[in-house]
């Protein structure tokens, strides 16, 4: 499914991601972990190809080049992200961009009240995160990257996200990053890593690494 070999990134000189070694099989899910800096959105932007310039080594989704892709064509390919800040489009408005996806929005995401606002413009925290999810249930893409969809959520917008999202990652492929990890309450990893500097330092089972992280207190 996705192969990642050799994958470094440098910004101004600075190492950002050294030697990463990752493999996801179809269906597993893996949990990204590390303090702040330590390269876990520089490797989701990396393979979403947000960030090109300075990277090197191999990425394959299904046996295809990633870095080789453009943007679009790594969405066409399988590839959705969830960003940590989703984007503002204050000219389009979730139901304009509804018309352009090939699956129907889902209903219980409750997004029909403010489904003809900007993308982004004038909505809470928790309404933006809500349309990024939209977006990625309309997309189904192979391979999600989730970058702190769970961050400054309320009790009432996590549970709702954390519960739609863990129905919709049943049977998929996600890398996830959440430094407060409490999404893990919903979507249950197999696997996990932690990076260090931008180098994987640990890999494996998912409670066993969350344990380790946990008590090397990296938070």
Same mark, same amino acid.
């Given at each position: 499914?996705?192969?990642?070999?050799?994958?470094?990134?440098?910004?101004? $000189? !600075?190492?950002?991601?050294?030697?990463?070694?990752?493999?996801?099989? /179809?269906?597993?899910? +893996? &949990?990204?972990?590390? =303090?702040?800096?330590?390269?876990?959105?520089?490797?989701?932007?990396?393979?979403?190809?947000?960030?090109?310039?300075?990277?090197?080594?191999?990425?394959?989704?299904d046996?295809?080049?990633?870095?080789?892709?453009?943007?679009?064509?790594?969405?066409?390919?399988g590839?959705?992200?969830?960003?940590?800040?989703?984007?503002?489009?204050?000219?389009?408005?979730?139901h304009?961009?509804?018309?352009?996806?090939?699956?129907?929005?889902?209903t219980?995401?409750?997004?029909?009240?403010?489904? $003809? !606002?900007?993308?982004?413009?004038?909505?809470?925290?928790?309404?933006? /995160?809500?349309?990024? +999810? &939209?977006?990625?249930? =309309?997309l189904?893409p192979?391979?999600?990257?989730?970058?702190?969809?769970?961050?400054?959520?309320?009790?009432?917008?996590?549970?709702?996200?954390?519960?739609?999202?863990?129905?919709?990652?049943?049977?998929?492929?996600?890398?996830?990053?959440?430094?407060?990890?409490?999404?893990?309450?919903?979507?249950?990893?197999?696997l996990?890593?932690?990076?260090?500097?931008?180098r994987?330092?640990?890999?494996?089972?998912?409670?066993?690494?969350?344990?380790?992280?946990?008590?090397?207190?990296?938070?």
């Open positions: 499914m996705l192969t990642i070999e050799d994958l470094s990134l440098t910004i101004d $000189d !600075r190492l950002v991601l050294n030697q990463v070694n990752l493999s996801l099989a /179809k269906g597993q899910k +893996l &949990a990204l972990l590390g =303090a702040n800096g330590s390269g876990k959105t520089s490797l989701l932007r990396v393979l979403a190809g947000l960030i090109t310039e300075q990277v090197t080594g191999q990425v394959r989704l046996g295809r080049d990633l870095l080789a892709l453009s943007i679009d064509e790594r969405v066409r390919a590839l959705g992200l969830i960003y940590q800040n989703p984007p503002i489009l204050p000219d389009v408005s979730l304009q961009l509804a018309e352009f996806l090939p699956n129907a929005l889902p219980n995401l409750q997004i029909e009240a403010f489904g $003809d !606002r900007g993308l982004g413009s004038g909505l809470s925290g928790g309404e933006k /995160k809500r349309l990024e +999810l &939209a977006q990625m249930i =309309a189904q192979k391979l999600w990257l989730i970058d702190e969809l769970d961050a400054g959520l309320d009790a009432s917008n996590l549970q709702k996200i954390g519960q739609i999202l863990a129905e919709q990652l049943a049977d998929k492929t996600a890398i996830i990053v959440s430094h407060n990890q409490r999404i893990f309450e919903f979507v249950k990893p197999d996990a890593v932690i990076l260090r500097a931008g994987l330092v640990s890999q494996g089972n998912f409670a066993e690494i969350m344990a380790q992280y946990r008590g090397c207190d990296e938070t």
